[in-house]
C-alpha cells in the first residue's frame, strides 16, 4: 500500500495544491510538535523544495525545531474524493528578511509582509505515499479569519511586532 521515494512526484504536487489542510510535525531535542495549518500559505517550489509562511500564533516550536537542525514532516490527507496520504520528510530552513530569497519567497503568497512571522523552506529527503482509507470524507465549508483578523488588530495596534518577537523563544514547559 505505502510507497516511499525521493522528491515529489507531478501527481503528489498537484495532490498539495488543492488540500486546505495540513499537518507540520518537528522535533529538535524537545517534545515532538504537531500543528495544523490552513490557508493558502504553501508552494512547491520544485520537486525536493516547498516553502510556507507562517502566521503568528501561540508558540513558535517550528521555528525552534528549524534553527536547531530539527526533523520535520508534513502531512497531506484527502478529506474528499479518492483516499491518500502524502507524508513529506524534510529539514527547514528560515528564511529571514536579509535573506537573498526572502523577496522572492514573499512574492509567492498574496499575504501583508507584517502579518507573516516567518517564512520556512523546506528540503525534502523523503516523500511516502499511503492509502489513507481510514481518513473520513468530510466537506469543506470556509477558512477561520479569527487569526488573520487579530493578526491585523494586533499591527493596527503596533503590537505585532513585540509580539512576533516573544514568541521566537521556545516554550519552556518547566514553567507550566
Aim: with cysteine; aromatic share 12%.
Amino acid at each position: 500500500m505505502g510507497k516511499q521515494y525521493k522528491a515529489l512526484k507531478p501527481q503528489d504536487i498537484e495532490f498539495i495544491k488543492k488540500q486546505k489542510l495540513f499537518y507540520i510535525s518537528s522535533c529538535s531535542d524537545k517534545e515532538v510538535n504537531l500543528s495544523p495549518k490552513g490557508y493558502d500559505t504553501i508552494r512547491i517550489i520544485d520537486e525536493n523544495r516547498l516553502v510556507y509562511a507562517s502566521y503568528p500564533g501561540s508558540g513558535n516550536r517550528t521555528h525552534r525545531d528549524a534553527v536547531n537542525d530539527g526533523e520535520f514532516t508534513l502531512v497531506f490527507n484527502a478529506f474528499e474524493g479518492g483516499a491518500l496520504i502524502v507524508r513529506i520528510f524534510c529539514k527547514a530552513n528560515v528564511i529571514g528578511k536579509e535573506d537573498g530569497k526572502y523577496q522572492e519567497y514573499l512574492s509567492l503568497f498574496n499575504i501583508n509582509e507584517t502579518l507573516i512571522r516567518d517564512i520556512f523552506e523546506f528540503n525534502i529527503y523523503a516523500v511516502e505515499s499511503s492509502c489513507g482509507m481510514s481518513v473520513p470524507v468530510m466537506e469543506y465549508k470556509h477558512e477561520r479569519n479569527e487569526l488573520k483578523d487579530w493578526a491585523k488588530d494586533m499591527d493596527k495596534r503596533d503590537k505585532l511586532e513585540a509580539y512576533k518577537a516573544s514568541k521566537v523563544t521556545p516554550i519552556d514547559l518547566k514553567k507550566i
